[in-house]
């Protein structure tokens, strides 16, 4: 992002504003924007999307936009002494209270944690889950990131923006940043410092994920560093992906 751009948009964040929006679309106005746009999260494992973005998703679900998170899987193997089916019924109920908590659809797109799959026929499933969404913006995990799961997801959504000719808008966020997520520069920021504690709360939904660890894992910093950047109480940080089509700018205009 250019120096000018980038000043630019710092300075809408501190007004209150947020990631692609107009005057009215972050500003408190209450009222549904007159077009509501589309949205969709795809994290590797229930927890990522929350922990990642919650409070963007959050703030785009507030603001009278459809939001849908897909989970790559079901976080079979994420709860110590438990079987893959009893760990994925405990982290799939989780996953739904916490998008009831951010008002998001959650989708589950059937595969198996820590033994993630990339090919084609993945790449293929996951063209057709997004684009049944129809989406106008996507949020997925920074690929430079040391949990395979989180790779494989961000790659198969890179994929389908690709394959889909830059038809949506494409970000990536941060989770652990240092022990996951690196080299992670943000490109934009979001203005989360009214939907912090509602993103705390859907974290919190991950019983059994330990969710003062995942906030341990710096995600309390990282809100409040990113915060810092774009001169607000608290933020998200992302990076755009560049393409042929700017849909920032019809956003913007």
Same mark, same amino acid.
């Given at each position: 992002?250019?120096?000018?751009? !980038?000043?630019?948009?710092?300075?809408?964040?501190?007004?209150?504003?947020?990631? +692609?929006?107009? #005057?009215?679309?972050?500003?408190?106005?209450?009222?549904? $924007?007159?077009?509501? +746009?589309?949205?969709?999260? /795809? @994290?590797?494992? #229930?927890?990522? $999307?929350?922990? =990642? *973005? =919650?409070?963007?998703?959050?703030?785009?679900?507030?603001? @009278?936009?459809? /939001?849908?998170?897909?989970?790559?899987?079901? =976080?079979?193997?994420?709860?110590?002494?438990?079987?893959?089916? %009893?760990?994925?019924?405990?982290?799939? !109920? %989780?996953?739904?209270?916490? *998008?009831?908590?951010?008002?998001?659809?959650?989708?589950?797109? @059937?595969?198996?944690?820590?033994?993630?799959?990339?090919?084609?026929?993945? /790449?293929?499933?996951?063209?057709?889950?997004?684009?049944?969404?129809? #989406?106008?913006?996507?949020?997925?995990?920074? #690929?430079?990131?040391?949990?395979?799961?989180?790779?494989?997801?961000?790659?198969?959504?890179?994929?389908?923006?690709?394959?889909?000719?830059?038809?949506? %808008?494409?970000?990536?966020? %941060?989770? *652990?940043?240092?022990?996951?997520?690196?080299?992670?520069? $943000?490109?934009?920021?979001?203005?989360?410092?009214?939907?912090?504690?509602?993103?705390?709360?859907?974290?919190?939904?991950?019983?059994?994920?330990?969710?003062?660890?995942?906030?341990?894992? =710096?995600?309390?910093?990282?809100?409040?560093? !990113?915060?810092?950047?774009?001169? /607000?109480?608290?933020?998200?940080?992302?990076?755009?992906?560049?393409?042929?089509?700017?849909?920032?700018?019809?956003?913007?205009?």
């Amino acid at each position: 992002m250019k120096s000018s751009s !980038r000043r630019r948009f710092v300075q809408q964040a501190a007004a209150g504003l947020g990631l +692609l929006s107009s #005057p009215s679309l972050f500003a408190g106005n209450k009222k549904a $924007p007159a077009k509501p +746009l589309k949205v969709v999260c /795809v @994290g590797g494992h #229930p927890d990522d $999307p929350e922990s =990642g *973005c =919650g409070g963007t998703l959050a703030k785009f679900a507030a603001a @009278g936009h459809s /939001v849908t998170i897909i989970y790559l899987t079901s =976080g079979e193997a994420g709860i110590a002494g438990k079987s893959h089916a %009893e760990s994925a019924a405990i982290r799939t !109920r %989780e996953a739904k209270e916490a *998008c009831l908590i951010l008002k998001a659809k959650p989708v589950f797109a @059937g595969q198996i944690d820590g033994d993630s799959i990339l090919n084609n026929e993945w /790449v293929k499933k996951m063209e057709q889950l997004i684009g049944d969404e129809k #989406p106008d913006i996507v949020f997925t995990h920074w #690929p430079v990131d040391s949990h395979k799961d989180h790779q494989i997801a961000s790659i198969l959504t890179i994929q389908t923006w690709m394959r889909s000719g830059s038809k949506f %808008e494409l970000y990536f966020f %941060e989770v *652990c940043t240092g022990e996951q997520t690196v080299i992670f520069m $943000p490109t934009d920021y979001v203005d989360i410092s009214d939907f912090q504690e509602q993103k705390r709360k859907a974290c919190y939904c991950h019983v059994s994920q330990d969710p003062p660890g995942i906030y341990a894992c =710096g995600h309390a910093a990282m809100e409040d560093f !990113r915060g810092r950047e774009a001169g /607000v109480k608290a933020g998200e940080g992302f990076v755009r992906m560049n393409g042929r089509k700017n849909f920032s700018a019809n956003l913007l205009s």
